[in-house]
């Protein structure tokens, strides 16, 4: 992209069903539990600071069940109405087709080959009906072109869109991207270049009963 990057706030989805089975979600979908629930929580407080402090917001969401819980949360610890939300199908996890409700061993066992082609191409690789993560890229990338520049845009999401928008604004080679393990209680601030990431003290992650920074995705 040629043109400047608009800021973005950028936020994962609180701990779900599957998070703790460690099953792939993508675009199937399970809903918070309640220690995701008191994670959401636990950013909205963070970042309440920033939000009452800016004076051009708009919000996205994915349209997938447990973004829309994350961010029915964040709403309410905001004082923002839920239907500021605007959803928007380009923010969906990135899809893992017949991957999709299975845990890592289960892929590595069940579907070797499968498996032995995505370390082998990571970047090119799609599983059967699922995304590659230049098709990801790419879905991301049109989707920014659409945003005005004079608003910062709060966007709740998933893992998946959460490292690729990181590698986006701060062009971290593909490396770095694939080493990315942010905490799930981590949130981003994200302009042309450069990113901040926004986390929250233990200590207070314990005091609103959260156990621990959350959990992070493999792939």
Known sequence: MTSPLPNIILIRHGETQWNVAGRLQGRKDTPL????VRQALAVGLRLSERIAAETNLKFWVSPLGRARQTASILADTWSVPFEEFTHDEALVERAY???????????????????????????????????????LDTRLLAWLTTLDRDNTHVVVTHSGCVRALRGIYTKASREEILAYREPQTAS???????????????????????????????I
């Open 33 to 36: 539990t309640a220690n995701g």
């Open 97 to 135: 087709g017949t991957w999709e409700g299975r845990a890592h061993d289960e892929i590595e066992r069940d579907l070797p080959h499968e498996y032995e082609a995505q370390n082998a191409e990571p970047w090119d690789y799609a599983m059967p009906g699922g995304e590659s993560r230049i098709m």
């Open 188 to 218: 981003f601030l994200l302009s042309s270049g450069q990113e901040t990431m926004v986390g929250i003290p233990l200590s207070i992650l314990r005091a609103l009963g959260c156990e621990g920074e959350g959990r992070t995705v493999w």
